[in-house]
């Protein structure tokens, strides 16, 4: 028998037959959001999440105060092209990954993290979700450890669907693959407006060169962000976020 602490994993053509209990997760054939049911054939990982929710739901466990579970979300940005932001984007993301599992989405098509061959986009990712509703995230990555990288889409005009979607849906998608920490490649998208930080745990960092296309930009933003220097960019961002980098923590000097 169960424990009063345990749960039960039910297919859900067999639930009815069996005595009703509440501690039981009906494991469905077919994509399911109801409350009490789960789709069998996903990730553990999620599979793992749909559990721990379900146990929130029926006072078994007790549930985090809010917003201690959801990630940071740090957007990178610069008004001028050729200036960095993706290798930048990268070099953050891998350093947050030695600590945090980390998840870095490019919205560039120009820009590949890797030598590897890429066999899914973030064109891919927006195909499936848009047709089956139900995608797991981490299929779609290249994976550096703690680190999973969502490359660019195939080709820019992909990023239109982003634009008939809710930010906050994209935004739930990305973090049921259990991240503490998203980073956003920005580059020549044309989404910064669309992503523009409105959340308490999001940033806006944007790298500045003194120009005058520097200044269009300050005259025309309209949400908050922390402008970084070229040069200094990577130790700005890490001290604007009350961080460390790793190796420094361990003492560790770089070349």
């Not at 990982?45 to 466990?61: D, F, S, V």
């Not at 947050?96 to 120009?110: E, I, N, P, W």
């Not at 005009?157 to 973090?175: A, G, H, N």
């Not at 992503?195 to 120009?211: H, T």
Request: hydrophobic share 40%; charged share 25%; aromatic share 10%.
């Amino acid at each position: 028998g169960l424990t009063e602490k345990a749960i039960g994993l039910v297919p859900a053509e067999m639930a009815g037959s069996l005595q009703p209990v509440r501690i039981m997760l009906k494991m469905s054939q077919t994509p399911t959001q109801a409350e009490g049911e789960c789709f069998c054939y996903q990730s553990l990982n999620r599979i793992c999440q749909r559990l721990t929710e379900r146990l929130y739901q029926l006072g078994i466990a007790e549930a985090l105060p809010d917003g201690e579970t959801e990630p940071e979300r740090i957007y990178l940005y610069s008004p001028f092209g050729g200036i960095g932001v993706s290798e930048l984007a990268y070099r953050l993301a891998k350093e947050f990954s030695r600590c945090q599992k980390t998840l870095l989405v490019s919205f560039d098509a120009y820009q590949n993290f890797s030598q590897e061959f890429i066999p899914f986009r973030l064109s891919d990712l927006l195909f499936y979700w848009k047709t089956l509703k139900q995608v797991n995230i981490r299929d779609f990555c290249l994976h550096e450890g703690d680190l999973d990288i969502l490359h660019g889409p195939a080709r820019t005009e992909d990023l239109e669907v982003l634009r008939t979607e809710e930010k906050k849906d994209f935004i739930r998608l990305l973090e049921r693959g259990g991240y503490q920490r998203l980073v956003f490649d920005l580059s020549s998208s044309g989404l910064l407006n669309w992503c523009g930080p409105a959340a308490e745990r999001e940033r806006l960092f944007v790298v500045k060169r003194l120009a005058e296309k520097w200044k269009q930009f300050a005259a025309a933003a309209k949400f908050d962000y922390m402008a970084v220097s070229e040069e200094g960019a990577f130790a700005e961002i890490l001290k604007a976020l009350g961080e460390e980098s790793a190796l420094a923590k361990k003492g560790v000097r770089r070349a």
